[in-house]
């Protein structure tokens, strides 16, 4: 059985999981899922997780994510793209509709953004689908979230007075959707909005130039050369410190129990008054370098508990 991730390039026209069961047949391995779910029509990241890699799956949707979005203006759809059916146009004034005054609208959406899930989406309500409720006709309250839009750039507006279309590079945080936030920006611009297109550039450390189509795992597993691209776990966290632990506390490790400070080898870039703010995480190896998972410090209890533990010494 294969364990890692597979940084895939999911093309138009494929659901995730239509990816994930594409994967399961070229592989011949059924434990294998998809972290944050794209649109059939969208393109770009869709980090899949193989084998015990797939305790992952949640914690990768916690990942800061990017996307290159176009938006067209003076329509407004039942999906919020265009592949749903219009229940509203707007005429749009070409004289009131320039890029200063689309720059001063997107102003508003950067930092924390309160935003309504769209109907047309995966999130259930008292235990059914969205997306299946709408599909009957049929719309329910939904809460607004709070979002983080860390950075949003105007890419490119020279279809902005004939298409009536602009490319928008956003920065944001989980449970942001994108078709939302065109939507969100049509309606501030008072013309209305959907998503014409969307590709998801980044999921955390996972880019896009990097990325493999399906048909470039299929060559690559065919000649034995897959695993050269498969990526360990802990490249999710490889923006936590790394800490290893002592030969003593290998048992306790390998149990999954919580480790005190005084069983780790604590690395001289962490300080000695205070090593570790309450919440922090690391990920834990012992002293072969076997990676163990992600521990979370208690400074009351001052120790450290697992908060992934992926068994290293059971790979199967």
Not at 43 to 66: N, R, S, Y
Not at 93 to 100: A, K
Request: hydrophobic residues 35%; proline residues 3%; glycine residues 8%.
């Amino acid at each position: 059985m294969l364990n890692g991730l597979l940084n895939i390039h999911k093309e138009a026209g494929w659901t995730s999981q239509d990816v994930v069961s594409k994967l399961r047949g070229i592989l011949k391995q059924k434990r294998i899922g998809h972290t944050g779910t794209l649109d059939p029509d969208a393109t770009g990241v869709l980090v899949c997780a193989l084998g015990q890699a797939t305790k992952l799956t949640e914690l990768l949707t916690d990942h800061e994510k990017e996307y290159i979005a176009v938006c067209k203006l003076g329509l407004e759809t039942d999906t919020q793209d265009l592949s749903g059916n219009i229940i509203r146009e707007t005429p749009v004034d070409e004289t009131v509709l320039t890029r200063e005054a689309l720059l001063k609208v997107l102003q508003r959406f950067r930092g924390s953004y309160e935003q309504i899930p769209p109907m047309y989406s995966a999130l259930k309500v008292n235990g059914k689908r969205l997306y299946a409720l709408a599909r009957q006709g049929v719309s329910v309250e939904r809460k607004p979230r709070s979002v983080q839009i860390h950075s949003l750039s105007l890419l490119d507006t020279s279809a902005l007075h004939t298409e009536h279309c602009f490319t928008m590079e956003v920065r944001c945080s989980k449970g942001t959707y994108i078709r939302t936030l065109c939507a969100d920006i049509g309606e501030a611009l008072r013309v209305g909005g959907a998503m014409a297109h969307l590709t998801r550039t980044r999921v955390g450390n996972f880019t896009l130039d990097s990325a493999l189509t399906l048909s470039q795992v299929e060559e690559l597993y065919q000649a034995h050369r897959l695993e050269e691209t498969l990526l360990p776990p802990e490249a999710v966290f490889r923006d936590l410190e790394r800490i290893t632990v002592s030969e003593g506390a290998k048992k306790a490790l390998k149990n999954g129990n919580a480790l005190r400070l005084d069983a780790l080898n604590v690395p001289e870039s962490v300080t000695e008054e205070l090593p570790f703010a309450d919440g922090s995480r690391v990920r834990v190896y012992d002293s072969e370098g076997l990676f163990y998972g992600v521990y979370r410090y208690d400074l009351r209890k001052e120790q450290f508990v697992p908060v992934y533990f992926f068994d290293a010494g059971n790979e199967g």
